[in-house]
């Protein structure tokens, strides 16, 4: 997976470690955009791996960043299963909107589109 966070001059990208490179790709482009079209290349992009992903404002943003969990062999090969077969259907591409901090935690992140490409 791929997430795209735009807070307006502050434009994160975060990558999960299974993403594949074309959907990493296709994310940079998003980012890519926003910040040249809708910002006049003034905003910065700030790049966060999987693993190494620190950052405390992008994580508050989304209402705090979520604790590992132990996952048993059986949910992992579930999960994989899942990933193979979203991988198989092509582009999904799924955009949120994120409310600011004021905005109640149960609703502050909405779907806003979902689909292919």
């Known amino acids: 997976s791929v997430v795209v ?3 307006g001059m502050k434009i ?11 959907v990493k790709a ?13 910002r006049g290349g003034l905003a910065s992009v700030i790049n966060l791996e999987q693993g190494k992903d620190s950052n405390a404002e992008f994580w508050n943003l989304l209402g705090g960043k979520p604790v590992p969990k132990k996952t048993s062999e059986e949910a992992l090969k579930k999960m994989r299963e899942q990933q193979d077969e979203e991988d198989k259907q092509g582009d999904s591409i799924r955009i949120y909107k994120i409310g600011d901090i004021k905005t109640p935690k149960e609703s502050r992140i909405k ?3 979902e689909g292919n490409r």
């Open 12 to 22: 994160y990208q975060w990558s999960g470690k299974s993403a594949p490179r074309v």
């Open 5 to 7: 966070l735009d807070n």
């Open 111 to 113: 779907l806003i589109h």
């Open 26 to 38: 296709k994310g940079w482009d998003l980012t890519n955009k926003i910040r040249t079209k809708e």
